[in-house]
């Protein structure tokens, strides 16, 4: 089993900027396709970005041109580099692969702690 850590959030400005890690446990990281997950209060959780174990990424409109996700195999990390921040960003972040059953197969099914961002002035 893989356990996941996040970190990297905190309190940030309207236009700043907020680098994520998510770190990974186990060789089996560099196989998956990952992805950032956000969850704001009272809304779903949503995927804002995807890279996958060759480099491909791609990003949800909302997010696009303004977050980069990457990852360092050898490290087992993906990174979520945030630029332009705005309120709306405010939520949890949280890392993971990209389906059910992926998830299942790394985690066990279970999620992190997350890490809160919040965009306030």
């Known amino acids: 089993q893989v356990q996941l850590v996040e970190s990297g959030g905190g309190l940030v400005q309207p236009g700043g900027s907020l680098r994520l890690s998510c770190a990974a446990s186990?060789?089996?990281?560099?196989?998956?396709?990952m992805g950032w997950y956000r969850q704001a209060p009272g809304k779903q959780r949503e995927l804002v970005a995807a890279?996958?174990?060759?480099?491909?990424?791609n990003y949800a409109d909302s997010v696009k041109g303004r977050f980069t996700i990457s990852r360092d195999n050898a490290k087992n990390t993906v990174y979520l580099q945030m630029n332009s921040l705005k309120p709306e960003d405010t939520a949890v972040y949280y890392c993971?692969?990209?389906?059910?059953?992926?998830?299942?197969?790394?985690?066990?099914?279970?999620w992190g702690q997350g890490t809160q961002v919040t965009v306030s002035s």
């Open positions: 993971n692969a990209l389906s059910a059953m992926a998830i299942a197969t790394m985690t066990g099914g279970s």
């Open positions: 186990g060789s089996i990281f560099s196989i998956n396709a």
């Open positions: 890279i996958t174990s060759g480099g491909s990424t």
